[in-house]
């Protein structure tokens, strides 16, 4: 889409320019979605176009699918895909990174499918320093299968199978697996973000590449959390979607970058995590 837009760069009246703002990743395919309107899936999806792109990775990248709404990422992003089972991301990742050094590999998997079912899968693959980068759309429900309560789920927060709201006597409490896996020395990256607005989708957008860039310098394990919506799930509008998103969902988990062992740069929030030395320092 082209727009001809008027300010210090525009030309002397009566001459004609024209400035791209917006152009489709030739990654991202040119197709629609089955996603719910609102869902922050495809959002997440054209982020990792860009940056793909960017880096010249597309005909390099080997990533895998996960079991969730975004089962049908192979299908938008033209790139090669692996479709694991539910939850094993990591360890089918883990395969192609032994027998293809020299690819670059990515998972991206939902929080039902990482924090859930796969959470042995996310911890070791993490623990081994894996040369991944995970990509974690956190939507705090498990999307596809109805809107079941995930570890992800906040407190008080009504699912179909917490129709009360979440109980933590009954249920437990909300897990910050990011937060948990930056712990691990084999960590080099974790960092979360959200596409609650436009400043955030395009910090998101950095953590992504920093995440990529991780994997091609050589590093460790690296993972980003998106922290995004399920407006069908939660039973809200999109409008209300984005501002539950901006408001107690970001509240219950910060933004910002939780590790960063390949640069200078130290966490910019601090939940108490112990911050252990990068294993080759
Ligand atoms: C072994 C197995 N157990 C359970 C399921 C059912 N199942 C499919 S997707 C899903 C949850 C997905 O939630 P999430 O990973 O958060 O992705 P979202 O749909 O929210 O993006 C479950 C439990 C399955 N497909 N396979
Ligand atoms: S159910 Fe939720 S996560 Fe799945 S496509 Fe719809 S809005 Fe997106
Ligand atoms: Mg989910």
């Known amino acids: 889409m082209t727009l001809h837009t008027p300010g210090p760069e525009s030309p002397a009246p009566g001459a004609s320019a024209a400035r791209l703002i917006y152009a489709r ?43 969730g709404c975004a089962v049908f990422a192979y ?11 539910h939850g094993r991301a990591p360890a089918v990742a883990t395969g192609i990174r032994r027998v293809r050094p020299e690819a670059f590999v990515l998972t991206y998997q939902g929080d039902g499918d990482l924090a859930a079912i796969g959470t042995a899968e996310i911890v070791h693959a993490a623990a081994r320093g894996e040369r991944i980068t995970a990509i974690f759309v956190n939507n705090g429900i498990y999307g596809m299968t109805g809107g ?8 008080g927060q009504k699912t179909t199978s917490s129709p009360f709201g979440r109980d933590a006597a009954l249920m437990g409490y909300p897990i910050r697996i990011t937060e948990m896996l930056a712990q691990l020395p084999g960590v080099t990256y974790a960092a979360r973000g959200t596409i609650a607005d436009v400043g955030s989708i395009g910090k998101l957008k950095a ?39 901006k408001g107690p969902v970001v509240e219950a988990y910060p933004l910002g970058v939780i590790v960063d062992r390949g640069a200078v740069a130290q966490p910019t929030h601090d939940l108490g995590c112990p911050s252990p030395a990068h294993p080759e320092a």
């Open 25 to 67: 990743p030739e990654v991202l395919r040119d197709r629609s979605t089955h996603y719910c309107p609102g869902c922050g899936h495809g959002v997440v999806h054209r982020l990792l176009a860009e940056v793909l792109t960017e880096l010249d990775l597309p005909a390099h990248t080997i990533a895998v699918a996960p079991v």
């Open 75 to 85: 299908d938008y992003l033209d790139i090669d895909f692996v479709e694991a089972p």
């Open 148 to 155: 079941q309560m995930a570890p992800t789920t906040l407190l």
């Open 207 to 245: 953590m992504i590449k920093r995440a990529c860039q991780v994997q091609m310098e050589g590093g460790g394990f690296a993972i980003v959390e998106a922290l995004s919506n399920c407006p069908v799930g939660w039973g809200m509008t999109p409008q209300q979607s984005i501002e539950h998103l």
